[in-house]
C-alpha cells in the first residue's frame, strides 16, 4: 500500500532517539522530507547524513528550548529551508529528559510545545493539500499509571486539545489526530532504564501486556505515518491507542 508520502514534508523533534528516530527513518524511506531538531547537536548531524542516503531533503537544526518564542523562531526557519510543511510530528517531552514529574517542564515541553507548534505552522499546514499534524501522547494519559505526576496529566490535556483542534482544523484541510504510546523499549530510552535498575517493576508491568512484549520504536512510527499519510484522509481527531493490550479501559 502507498502512503503517498513521497515528497511530503515533515516537521518533528527529539529526532535522535526512540520514536522519533525511528519515525524519520521511516518517512524518509518513504520519500519525504525530513526537518528535525534535537539538543543533541553531534547525534543529529550523523542522523542526518544517514538519512540523506534515501535521496530526499533533510533539513537538521540542533535546538535546546529555552523559551516559547526561541522554539517558535526555529519550527518556521525549518519550514522555511523546507519549503513548506506538510506533517507536523509534536514528540518533544519531559519524558525525553526524565523529568516525568517535574511539571513545569512537562508544561512547557509537552503542552506548550503541542500549542505553540500547531499555531506556528499552521500557515504552512493550511496551504498543504494533505496537511497532518499527530501530537504524541501516551497510555499514562487514558489510566492511571504508578504514580501520581506531571507527565500523565499534561499528555491527557493534550488529549483534549488535539480533539478540540482537529474539529476547528478540519474546514482548513488540515486532519489532526494523537497516538497514545503504551510502554516502548529501546537501548538507553526510559524503560530500557527502569530494566536495569528496577527489573521487578519492569518485569510486572511486562506481566500485563497480553502480546508478552513491550513495544519497538517501529511499533508507533508506522502508526504515526498511516495517521499522517493521505491513506487516513478521512481521520482525524483520533486518539489511536498502540499497547499490544497494555490498557484495560474500554473505549466506545
Same mark, same amino acid.
Request: proline share 4%; aromatic share 8%; glycine share 10%.
Given at each position: 500500500? @502507498?502512503?503517498?508520502?513521497?515528497?511530503?514534508?515533515?516537521?518533528?523533534?527529539?529526532?535522535?532517539?526512540? /520514536? $522519533?528516530?525511528?519515525?524519520?527513518?521511516?518517512?524518509?524511506?518513504?520519500?519525504?522530507?525530513? !526537518?528535525?531538531? $534535537?539538543?543533541?547537536?553531534?547525534?543529529?548531524?550523523?542522523?542526518?547524513?544517514?538519512?540523506?542516503?534515501?535521496?530526499?531533503?533533510?533539513?537538521?537544526?540542533?535546538?535546546?528550548?529555552?523559551?516559547?518564542?526561541? =522554539?517558535?523562531?526555529?519550527?518556521?526557519?525549518?519550514?522555511?529551508?523546507?519549503?513548506?510543511? #506538510?506533517?507536523?510530528?509534536?514528540?518533544?517531552?519531559?519524558?525525553?529528559?526524565?523529568?516525568?514529574?517535574?511539571?513545569?517542564? $512537562?508544561?512547557?515541553?509537552?503542552?506548550?510545545?503541542?500549542?505553540?507548534?500547531?499555531?506556528?505552522?499552521?500557515?504552512?499546514?493550511?496551504?498543504?493539500?494533505?496537511?497532518?499534524?499527530?501530537?504524541?501522547? $501516551?497510555?499514562?494519559?487514558?489510566?492511571?499509571?504508578?504514580?501520581?505526576?506531571?507527565?500523565?496529566?499534561?499528555?491527557?490535556? /493534550?488529549?483534549?486539545?488535539?480533539?478540540?483542534?482537529?474539529?476547528?482544523?478540519? *474546514?482548513?484541510?488540515?486532519?489532526?489526530?494523537?497516538?497514545?504510546?503504551?510502554?516502548?523499549?529501546?537501548?538507553? !530510552?526510559?524503560?530500557? +532504564?527502569?530494566?536495569?535498575?528496577?527489573?521487578?517493576? =519492569? @518485569?510486572?508491568?511486562?506481566?500485563?501486556?497480553?502480546?508478552?512484549?513491550? +513495544?519497538? *520504536?517501529? #511499533?508507533?512510527?508506522?502508526?504515526?505515518?498511516?495517521?499522517?499519510?493521505?491513506?487516513?484522509?478521512? /481521520?482525524?481527531?483520533?486518539?489511536?491507542?498502540? @499497547?499490544? +493490550?497494555?490498557?484495560?479501559?474500554?473505549?466506545?
Amino acid at each position: 500500500m @502507498d502512503l503517498e508520502l513521497k515528497g511530503k514534508k515533515l516537521i518533528i523533534g527529539g529526532a535522535t532517539r526512540g /520514536i $522519533s528516530r525511528a519515525i524519520t527513518e521511516l518517512f524518509a524511506r518513504e520519500g519525504a522530507d525530513v !526537518g528535525m531538531f $534535537s539538543r543533541n547537536a553531534e547525534a543529529l548531524k550523523a542522523h542526518a547524513a544517514a538519512l540523506a542516503r534515501h535521496g530526499s531533503k533533510v533539513v537538521a537544526e540542533p535546538f535546546t528550548w529555552e523559551n516559547r518564542d526561541g =522554539y517558535k523562531a526555529m519550527l518556521m526557519n525549518m519550514a522555511e529551508k523546507l519549503g513548506g510543511v #506538510d506533517i507536523f510530528v509534536h514528540s518533544i517531552s519531559s519524558s525525553g529528559n526524565g523529568a516525568t514529574q517535574d511539571w513545569q517542564q $512537562s508544561f512547557d515541553l509537552d503542552m506548550l510545545g503541542a500549542v505553540d507548534g500547531c499555531e506556528t505552522l499552521q500557515p504552512y499546514l493550511a496551504k498543504s493539500s494533505a496537511g497532518a499534524v499527530v501530537l504524541m501522547t $501516551s497510555t499514562a494519559a487514558v489510566e492511571t499509571f504508578l504514580i501520581p505526576q506531571a507527565f500523565n496529566a499534561v499528555k491527557a490535556a /493534550i488529549i483534549t486539545y488535539g480533539k478540540q483542534l482537529s474539529q476547528a482544523w478540519a *474546514p482548513q484541510g488540515v486532519r489532526v489526530n494523537m497516538v497514545c504510546p503504551g510502554p516502548i523499549t529501546y537501548p538507553g !530510552g526510559n524503560w530500557d +532504564g527502569i530494566k536495569a535498575a528496577m527489573p521487578q517493576l =519492569y @518485569d510486572a508491568q511486562l506481566a500485563q501486556v497480553p502480546m508478552g512484549r513491550f +513495544g519497538a *520504536p517501529e #511499533d508507533v512510527a508506522k502508526a504515526v505515518a498511516f495517521l499522517a499519510s493521505p491513506a487516513a484522509s478521512y /481521520i482525524t481527531g483520533t486518539n489511536l491507542v498502540i @499497547d499490544g +493490550g497494555y490498557t484495560k479501559r474500554v473505549q466506545f
